[in-house]
């Protein structure tokens, strides 16, 4: 049974940092591509940052140079390291994994950017 869970959200202030991390059961994990995406209410589900299963990363304009991905292939983890977040940062977070047809997602994790 495939797991992806996803912790390290919550409350922050504007400037203020976070960390993601999600957690992959029931995969090779070294297979697989890792993402985060993220959604708010109304709005399509877009990708903030994935990582391939050789260690490239991609990055959505709007969080380059504030976020950070990276996996743990030994703990089989991906975190998501964010920096100088901003209101617009307010979302659902998602983990993904996907390899070929298999694309498996997590529950999310809510982080909350606000004064």
């Known amino acids: 049974q495939v797991q992806l869970v996803e912790s390290g959200g919550g409350l922050v202030q504007p400037g203020g940092s976070l960390r993601l991390s999600c957690a992959a059961s029931?995969?090779?994990?070294?297979?697989?591509?890792m993402g985060w995406y993220r959604q708010v209410p109304g709005k399509q589900r877009e990708r903030v940052a994935a990582i391939t299963s050789g260690g490239i990363t991609i990055y959505a304009d709007s969080v380059k140079g504030r976020f950070i991905i990276s996996r743990d292939n030994a703990k089989n983890t991906v975190d998501l390291q964010m920096n100088s977040l901003k209101f617009e940062d307010t979302a659902v977070y998602y983990c993904?994994?996907?390899?070929?047809?298999?694309?498996?997602w997590g529950q999310g994790t809510k982080v909350t950017v606000s004064s």
């Open positions: 029931g995969i090779i994990f070294t297979h697989y591509a």
């Open positions: 993904q994994s996907k390899w070929g047809p298999y694309d498996y």
